[in-house]
């Protein structure tokens, strides 16, 4: 029962942390519940099916399919991160100011809420498919107790992810609204630079990329990546305790890519809507 | 997933350079929770081909965090994860699934 609660427990985490910054950063969004329960149903589906194909996706691609399957899902997630930060960089002050108004901000409709759901997927795609392979080989060999604890056990793990995102998210809401956004935008960019680093690591071991240098610094006495703490540190900023080069290359990448993109993009002229209270609508 | 697995393949003739058949190839197994050897031989300052198989009735993911290498091995298959060129040293690895599973490549 136990290791069956530990491991199910640390598969949620991640997804359960994700999910919990995506709702906290698409607070007051008209229909974000739809969105993020969409993508967990998806993610659910998705899990099953690569549980199922599991074999065919290890023998693909001369035995890299692995790498390559993660790497592509990882690198997908980081897209559309950067572009719902990208596009909130525009559109997110004027958001944020109608939500202190109105309680809710009413004209995000046009705001890519998909980008999360399919972040949202991914996570739960990742994270699920290998609690699938993982129980449904316990449960074939018969071992952790039988049936009836390995489902306490399972349920346990569950809970407890749950729990911690929820946690977040509870933590975050509690953040005044007018800072809110940007304080998840800064977590979604993290989110998306630590992303990019575990890709680029699956990108590392099909051979596609250099390492730059295997062990960059190791501060597995300080915080292991191993540890529970590590773990969500892992998640959240994409924490490594001994970093290759090339997964440091692309964590910086991805920030000031997403970073310069929200910068270049969110000081431009803004759109007509924000000028609203100070201009007579010229359209 | 046909379309995946058919990108992906595509990827990685575009990309890849295929495995020399010169890559020294060294098996590791696992069986009841150990691996076997527990210290597994590599040579220092070449590529490597570690072929790991599972001869378990449940899955196990072959990891590394110093080589940063993780790779899932379902039940009764095996997997192949190339390493190096190592310096000499002793490089842990672990069964993310099954914690206390262990062992080390010894690199000389």
Redesign the interface.
């Known amino acids: 029962m136990l290791?069956t609660a530990i491991?199910v427990l640390r598969e949620v985490l991640e997804a359960s942390l994700i999910v919990g910054i995506v709702l906290a950063a698409s607070r007051g969004a008209p229909g974000r519940g739809r969105w993020v329960a969409g993508g967990i149903a998806g993610g659910v589906l998705g899990a099953l099916?690569v549980a199922a194909?599991?074999?065919?996706?290890?023998s693909?691609?001369?035995?890299?399919?692995?790498?390559?399957?993660d790497a592509?899902i990882l690198f997908a997630a980081v897209g559309m991160l950067g572009w719902h930060n990208i596009w909130m960089s525009r559109h997110g002050r004027e958001m944020a100011a109608e939500a202190v108004k109105l309680g809710t901000n009413v004209r995000s409709g046009e705001r890519p809420l998909w980008a999360l759901a399919i972040v949202v997927g991914i996570a739960v795609l990742r994270e699920g498919s290998?609690i699938v392979?993982?129980l449904y080989?316990?449960a074939?060999?018969g071992?952790s107790g039988g049936p009836a604890a390995m489902a306490v056990g399972g349920a346990l793990g569950l809970a407890g992810g749950v729990a911690a995102g929820t946690a977040i998210y509870l933590g975050l809401i509690s953040i005044p609204l007018r800072h809110l956004f940007a304080v998840t935008s800064w977590l979604v960019l993290l989110l998306a630079a630590g992303m990019a680093s575990q890709g680029a690591?699956f990108l590392?071991?099909?051979?596609?990329v250099p390492?730059l240098g295997?062990?960059l610094w190791d501060t597995?006495f300080l915080l292991s990546?191993?540890s529970i703490v590590g773990k969500i540190m892992h998640t959240l900023i994409g924490y490594s305790?001994?970093p290759?080069g090339i997964?440091v290359v692309f964590y910086l990448a991805t920030l000031v890519i997403i970073g310069g993109l929200m910068r270049l993009i969110g000081s431009g002229s803004p759109p007509q809507r924000a000028r609203a209270p100070s201009h007579a609508p010229a359209e | 997933?046909r379309e995946?697995?058919l990108?992906?393949?595509l990827?990685?003739a575009l990309?890849?350079?295929?495995?020399k058949a010169a890559d020294p190839q060294v098996t590791i197994l696992l069986k009841d929770h150990q691996f076997t050897p527990q210290d597994v031989p590599v040579p220092a300052g070449v590529k490597v081909e570690l072929i790991v198989q599972n001869q378990?009735?449940?899955?196990a993911?072959f990891e590394s965090?110093?080589?940063?290498?993780?790779?899932?091995v379902?039940?009764g298959?095996k997997?192949?994860?190339?390493v190096g060129p190592l310096d000499p040293g002793r490089y842990e690895f672990f069964d993310d699934?099954?914690?206390s599973t262990r062992a080390f490549l010894v690199v000389k």
């Open positions: 290791p491991i099916a194909g599991a074999g065919e996706i290890a693909a691609a001369a035995g890299m399919g692995q790498e390559l399957f592509a290998e392979l993982f080989g316990i074939l060999a071992g690591a590392m071991q099909a051979e596609l390492s295997a062990n597995s990546e191993q305790a001994q290759a997964q | 997933m995946r697995v990108v992906a393949a990827l990685l990309f890849a350079t295929p495995a378990q009735d449940v899955m993911e965090t110093k080589l940063h290498r993780e790779k899932i379902l039940p298959a997997i192949s994860v190339f699934f099954h914690n």
